[in-house]
């Protein structure tokens, strides 16, 4: 009888990456020598990573530990993040210089380690959540941030924790981040704030309640009315008004709107004028699926400030002054797929959604909707605009739609070659056809929904900003186009210059010596966690 043998086809890569690990030891390594390695065990995806996680474990010597800490940098975050948190906090035998290189790696990654649990290994910030509580309402707007920062990431026990601490202060920040805590999205964190407010004892509580009552129906409602009961069972009675720090809903300043790109990004300005002199304003980044993916608060103590910011933030982002309404409506729809997709809004919106009158962010999906006038006769007009939608993308609403996805870049490595084999330096014409319809079956067709869709929001940008009647139509008509296969992808005017221009400025950042595929993970369906 004769026995299969298992053969272990992986042993000599993983002796070859102990071996790489174990490089990463020696006196005399150069940071050169670091890269290369980092590279190589880039390659090797996540059958890497779990020796370097053990690594990490057990390693005494502070200069490897950093060395092994800058690996990291190789991998998508998400693989290793839980795990460095677990060994920052359990590994209680290193010295100062290992616990900084953990440490380092956290907070280069968005981790708050001036807060607890981290805050006594770093000697800043309080060592105890009640104390980091106290130092947050002792911070004035940043001090906001940084609770609904943390509190955002914290599990509920913690949370539970922070409201508590909250309503022991009595304090008018505490009250004005318990009032920020009734627009969460949790209705178990809504509960306890506002449970939390009723065993406030101050008038700060009852004036945050009293204003609540508006927003809430059923029991909730219920909920703020007992609450304010057991208020006055204690004897508040009274409501005292936040101060003025804790701005309340203020009528616009300016709103201004970006246009959609090419992957249905877009950011959003809003400002008020908060005194005689001193203005805020923000900053909101929306996407088309994920909802509100960041923002940024701002705070300028006069007109020369607020212009010099609003210049930067205008020019960068390419924003427009627009109507109100057409602002908030793309905001609801940037809520509502937050909602959908169950994600948490940035600390900076949760602190300064005050400042927004509550009916205005109801979250609601938006639907573009046109002028008679551009839409007569448009079906008639599809042809014409078509033979010359290449035009688009020098308007304003779609300069700068490329594609930039790494797949991008393997296209033009095959450009690049394609040429390089042609005796005239250039794709004989049958080549580049194949290719463009290559192109169009890879990257187009699967997309072709999402392209539509982003045209439409662009036509309606493009009218929000009373721009060109005929650059309205036109994106109108060739977003039609492309519904009703008016032309084959590769031979459509509008979607072959958005090809070669994407492929082009693909080979322009590879000449400049930067290849955005080294920058990804690698997955590997064979790593075991």
Same mark, same amino acid.
């Given at each position: 009888?004769?026995?299969?043998?298992?053969?272990?086809?992986?042993?000599?890569e993983?002796?070859?990456?102990?071996?790489?690990?174990?490089?990463?030891?020696?006196d005399?390594l150069t940071g050169?020598?670091?890269e290369?390695i980092g590279?190589?065990?880039q390659?090797?995806g996540?059958?890497?990573?779990?020796?370097?996680?053990?690594?990490?474990?057990?390693?005494?010597?502070?200069t490897?530990?950093?060395?092994?800490?800058c690996m990291l940098?190789?991998f998508d975050?998400?693989?290793?993040?839980d795990q460095?948190?677990?060994?920052?906090?359990?590994?209680?035998?290193?010295?100062?210089?290992?616990?900084?290189a953990?440490?380092?790696v956290?907070?280069?990654?968005?981790?708050?380690v001036?807060?607890?649990?981290f805050a006594s290994?770093?000697?800043?910030?309080?060592p105890t959540?009640?104390?980091?509580v106290?130092?947050?309402?002792?911070?004035?707007?940043?001090g906001?941030?940084?609770?609904?920062d943390?509190?955002l990431?914290?599990?509920d026990?913690?949370?539970?924790?922070?409201?508590?601490?909250?309503?022991?202060?009595?304090?008018?920040?505490?009250?004005?981040?318990?009032?920020?805590?009734?627009?969460?999205e949790k209705e178990?964190v809504?509960?306890?704030a506002?449970?939390?407010l009723g065993r406030?004892r101050?008038?700060?509580?009852?004036?945050?309640?009293t204003?609540?009552?508006?927003?809430?129906?059923?029991e909730?409602?219920?909920?703020?009315?007992?609450?304010?009961r057991?208020?006055s069972?204690?004897?508040?009675?009274?409501?005292?008004?936040?101060?003025?720090a804790?701005?309340?809903?203020?009528?616009?300043?300016e709103?201004?709107?970006?246009?959609?790109?090419f992957?249905?990004?877009?950011?959003l300005?809003?400002?008020?004028?908060?005194?005689?002199?001193a203005?805020a304003?923000m900053?909101?980044?929306?996407?088309?699926t994920?909802?509100m993916?960041n923002?940024i608060?701002?705070r300028m103590?006069?007109?020369?400030?607020y212009?010099?910011?609003l210049k930067d933030?205008?020019?960068?982002?390419?924003?427009?002054?627009?109507?109100?309404?057409?602002a908030l409506?793309?905001?609801?729809d940037?809520?509502?797929?937050s909602?959908?997709a169950g994600?948490?809004l940035?600390?900076?919106?949760?602190?300064?959604?005050?400042?927004?009158?509550?009916?205005v962010?109801?979250?609601?999906?938006?639907?573009?909707r046109?002028?008679?006038?551009? @839409?007569e006769n448009? *079906?008639?007009?599809?042809?014409?605009?078509? %033979?010359?939608?290449? $035009?688009?993308?020098? #308007?304003? &609403?779609?300069?700068?739609?490329?594609?930039?996805e790494?797949?991008l870049?393997?296209?033009a490595?095959?450009?690049?070659a394609?040429?390089?084999e042609s005796?005239?330096?250039?794709?004989?014409?049958?080549v580049?056809?194949?290719?463009i319809?290559?192109?169009?079956?890879?990257?187009?067709?699967?997309?072709?929904?999402?392209?539509?869709?982003r045209?439409?929001?662009?036509a309606?940008?493009?009218?929000?900003?009373?721009g060109?009647?005929r650059?309205v139509?036109?994106?109108?008509?060739?977003?039609?186009s492309?519904?009703?296969?008016?032309?084959p992808?590769?031979r459509h005017p509008f979607?072959?210059?958005? @090809?070669?221009?994407? *492929?082009?400025?693909?080979?322009?950042?590879? %000449?400049e010596?930067? $290849?955005?595929?080294? #920058?990804? &993970?690698?997955e590997?369906d064979?790593y075991?966690?």
């Open positions: 009888m004769t026995l299969a043998l298992n053969i272990d086809k992986t042993l000599r993983r002796r070859r990456i102990n071996r790489l690990l174990d490089f990463l030891k020696r005399d050169e020598q670091m290369r590279r190589r065990l390659k090797s996540k059958r890497a990573l779990k020796p370097l996680v053990r690594k990490l474990w057990r390693e005494q010597n502070g490897a530990l950093y060395r092994y800490t940098d190789f975050a998400s693989a290793w993040m460095l948190i677990q060994i920052t906090l359990q590994r209680k035998d290193l010295e100062e210089d290992g616990k900084l953990l440490l380092d956290l907070h280069d990654s968005g981790v708050d001036t807060a607890p649990p290994m770093t000697g800043y910030g309080s959540l009640e104390g980091f106290a130092d947050c309402l002792s911070d004035g707007e940043r906001l941030v940084r609770f609904v943390s509190f990431d914290v599990a026990e913690f949370r539970e924790r922070m409201i508590q601490s909250l309503s022991d202060t009595a304090s008018a920040e505490a009250a004005a981040l318990l009032e920020i805590l009734l627009s969460f178990e809504v509960r306890t506002i449970l939390a406030t101050s008038g700060y509580a009852l004036d945050v309640l204003r609540a009552k508006a927003r809430f129906e059923g909730q409602a219920d909920l703020i009315r007992r609450s304010i057991r208020l069972f204690t004897g508040i009675r009274e409501p005292l008004e936040l101060p003025h804790f701005q309340q809903p203020l009528p616009f300043h709103v201004y709107a970006g246009p959609v790109d992957y249905g990004s877009r950011t300005w809003f400002s008020w004028r908060i005194d005689e002199h203005y304003a900053l909101i980044l929306t996407g088309e994920d909802g993916l923002a608060s701002y103590k006069d007109d020369k400030e212009g010099h910011i933030v205008a020019g960068g982002e390419m924003l427009s002054p627009v109507e109100h309404d057409y409506a793309a905001l609801r940037a809520l509502h797929r909602r959908e994600f948490y940035p600390p900076d919106f949760y602190v300064d959604m005050r400042l927004f009158r509550p009916d962010l109801k979250p609601e999906a938006y639907v573009p046109f002028k008679l006038t551009h @839409l448009i *079906v008639e007009m599809i042809p014409g605009y078509v %033979a010359t939608s290449n $035009d688009l993308l020098d #308007e304003p &609403g779609l300069e700068g739609w490329v594609l930039t790494a797949s870049y393997d296209v490595d095959r450009f690049m394609l040429e390089a005796s005239s330096d250039t794709m004989p014409p049958e580049l056809e194949k290719e319809a290559r192109c169009c079956e890879e990257l187009i067709v699967p997309r072709r929904a999402d392209i539509i869709k045209l439409l929001l662009t309606d940008y493009l009218q929000q900003i009373e060109d009647e650059a139509q036109k994106t109108l008509a060739t977003a039609l492309l519904v009703g296969g008016f032309l992808d590769c979607i072959r210059r958005l @090809l070669l221009d994407s *492929v082009d400025a693909a080979r322009q950042t590879l %000449a010596g930067y $290849d955005p595929r080294l #920058e990804e &993970g690698f590997d064979d075991d966690d």
